[in-house]
């Protein structure tokens, strides 16, 4: 099947989809089907792993441009023979992670506090919306009328917003010196440690605190690193030790990920000071991001409680000026808590006329987001 025909079958059950209201599941590699809120059952799947591949990668312009269903592990293998990466350091979560998943969920990994967001990096897409028309976005600039960034706008939109057919995305070169030092230190200590590096021209690309240990990890021009190393002590990972630590961050597979009754992700200001919440706490990002683990939930547990601990979670980050998110659930359940903070009314009218402008019949993974 050629690439127009592949458009064509799908535009053909966007329209059918649309005039029976059916929802649609667009889904590429399911790597990421536990996040958001669950999908229904008896939506009809859109698989996109059959619209996959490169079209367009020019190394010397740091751009590079694939199709949705473009497997990430082949749009980093191709990264990789010119020394170059996506520097937001996406999760696979999975093997069968695509490209579309990646820019879906919107999720960054431990370098996004020193290089940036997914959407920061998004710099056109094509979309096919609830009427089955194909919209580029990006280089020649097609806003919708409200006036948005289309092409990242679609970062973290759960696929709600359409089919994502391709994206164009930034690269940047691999540091030339990397290090990993590790110290042992209280979570006040670190995060006063991380605050104090922040203000400061350092080459430090990413941080972790857990159980009263501090990981730094440095990257850039080998005096920097050097610099950085002789100034702040501590002991060095060898190198086999920071990649299989930073990529088990990035992957949870790292042991403190596991057996969680409920993991949350808190977004707050870096300079928020500690937490006091009930579970363990993991830091990352300078102490923008910090996870939430609890522990083992009784069965027995009502919803009534669940929407109560929940409710404390969310009152205290947003009085350190945040928002949480419930990431991942156990096998108990997610007994009604909502996956995502409540939207203020003023933006959820902005969700809502998006959503009206690119998804009039409401048939790409409705509830998934909002």
Request: proline share 5%.
């Amino acid at each position: 099947m050629t690439h127009e025909q592949h458009i064509d079958s799908l535009r053909q059950q966007v329209l059918a989809a649309a005039a029976a209201r059916r929802p649609l599941r667009i889904r590429g590699g399911g790597t990421k089907d536990w996040y958001g809120a669950a999908a229904a059952a008896a939506d009809t799947l859109l698989d996109m792993r059959s619209l996959s591949g490169i079209i367009d990668y020019e190394p010397t312009e740091l751009v590079i441009t694939a199709r949705s269903g473009t497997p990430l592990v082949e749009i980093e293998a191709a990264l990789r023979e010119h020394n170059q990466m996506l520097a937001f350091e996406p999760p696979h979560f999975g093997a069968g992670a695509t490209l579309g998943g990646v820019v879906a969920a919107g999720l960054s990994g431990p370098r996004r506090a020193s290089s940036g967001a997914v959407r920061d990096f998004v710099l056109g897409a094509v979309l096919m919306d609830g009427r089955g028309e194909v919209l580029n976005f990006g280089g020649q600039v097609m806003k919708n009328v409200a006036g948005y960034d289309v092409s990242r706008l679609l970062a973290g939109s759960m696929g709600t917003l359409g089919v994502m057919l391709q994206h164009s995305i930034k690269v940047l070169p691999r540091p030339v010196a990397t290090a990993t030092l590790r110290f042992a230190m209280s979570e006040i200590d670190a995060l006063a440690r991380l605050n104090t590096w922040a203000g400061q021209p350092l080459p430090v690309s990413a941080s972790c605190w857990h159980d009263g240990v501090l990981t730094v990890r440095l990257e850039g021009a080998a005096a920097a690193v050097d610099a950085a190393i002789a100034s702040f002590g501590g002991e060095r990972l060898s190198a086999d030790g920071a990649d299989a630590f930073w990529t088990a961050l990035r992957e949870h597979s790292d042991p403190y990920f596991k057996d969680a009754s409920q993991l949350w992700r808190l977004s707050v200001p870096p300079a928020a000071g500690a937490l006091v919440l009930d579970g363990e706490q993991l830091i990352e990002w300078g102490g923008a991001q910090r996870w939430l683990k609890l522990p083992a939930i009784d069965s027995a547990d009502t919803t009534d409680n669940a929407l109560a601990r929940a409710a404390r979670i969310r009152a205290s980050v947003r009085a350190a000026g945040g928002h949480a998110t419930l990431f991942r659930q156990g096998a108990a359940g997610r007994a009604g808590v909502p996956v995502f903070e409540p939207l203020a009314p003023a933006i959820a009218r902005v969700h809502e006329r998006l959503q009206q402008a690119f998804d009039p019949a409401h048939i790409f993974n409705p509830g998934r987001l909002f």
